[in-house]
């Protein structure tokens, strides 16, 4: 009896075990596949930038002028010496760009920026050997020194590779000195100009989760930029001035020398980044 219920028993698992064995299997889920968002530069930014600036113009270390009676004594002259102009700029920038394909290709967009200036306020002041009449100097207007500040509204084209984006840009371009030492060297010039600026760079994004991205933007970018800055007014070639203390106005100017009106800037920004991936 005992070996017959062991017997039954056994059928019965072997039975149910198979009977499991032709049940349908439960179909495994199929695998989830995330697509890697394609880096585009699209987007608005703002950043900062410091770097360095210097004269650009082309003119002799120094020159001599004679000034004429009866603003000086016969045989008067002033010696004007080619001082240093370079010194820090630094300032802020914002823009937008488009690019026309995700990943590389085509990016186009528009700049606008402000930047303080330093040139070491060495003004080219003339050393006179000689008199000068009463009520009058001699100075000369080559000074870059007396321009505080610059900014520009440029447009930018360049190409993208990925993450990295080299770009030629170029607009319109102004400057302008304090009251007290006007664009031009003496206090009775114009102290706001305008012109224009043209150069290149390339800029290199970082990733999202980059320790420098302290906006959460979509990304942090670094850039290394150079611009040339030219803001002549067609008056180059006046060179030393016979100014009237009484008003601050040239009586004389001279052909000696050139004005700093021309200058490049080097320089290093960061950007975020705000829009698409």
């Given amino acids: 009896m005992t070996k017959l219920l062991a017997s039954l028993a056994a059928f019965t698992a072997l039975t149910a075990a198979a009977s499991a064995a032709d049940l349908p299997r439960r179909a495994a889920p199929p695998p989830i596949f995330t697509p890697v968002p394609v880096f585009t530069w699209t987007g608005a930014y703002f ?10 113009s082309s003119r002799s270390n120094s020159s001599v002028f004679g000034v004429p009676a009866p603003y000086a004594a016969v045989g008067t002259t002033a010696t004007f010496r080619d001082r240093s102009q370079d010194g820090f700029s630094g300032g802020a920038q914002v823009g937008y760009n488009y690019q026309f394909t995700p990943g590389s290709g085509v990016v186009v967009g528009v700049e606008a920026d402000a930047q303080y200036l330093d ?38 084209l360049g190409y993208a590779f990925d993450r990295t984006l080299v770009y030629g840009t170029g607009g319109f371009a102004y400057g302008s000195g304090s009251a007290d030492r006007s664009f031009g060297g003496y206090a009775g010039n114009d102290s706001f100009r305008t012109g224009y600026a043209v150069g290149g760079g390339i800029e290199y994004a970082l990733p999202t989760e980059s320790f420098l991205n302290f906006f959460r933007s979509s990304a942090v970018t670094l850039k290394v930029e150079g611009l040339y800055v030219n803001l002549d007014r067609n008056t180059r070639n006046q060179g ?14 001279s052909g000696v020398g050139r004005r700093s009106d021309e200058f490049a800037v080097v320089r290093a920004g960061l950007n975020y980044k705000f829009g698409s991936y």
Avoid: E, K, Q
């Fill in 47 to 56: 950043g900062i930038n410091a770097g360095y600036a210097f004269d650009a």
């Fill in 119 to 156: 040139f070491g306020r060495n003004r080219n002041n003339a050393f006179v050997n000689g008199a000068v009449a009463p009520g009058y100097y001699v100075t000369d207007p080559r000074g870059l020194s007396s321009l505080d500040y610059f900014g520009t509204v440029r447009g930018r």
């Fill in 240 to 253: 030393a001035f016979v100014i009237n203390a009484a008003n601050n106005f040239p009586v004389v100017t």
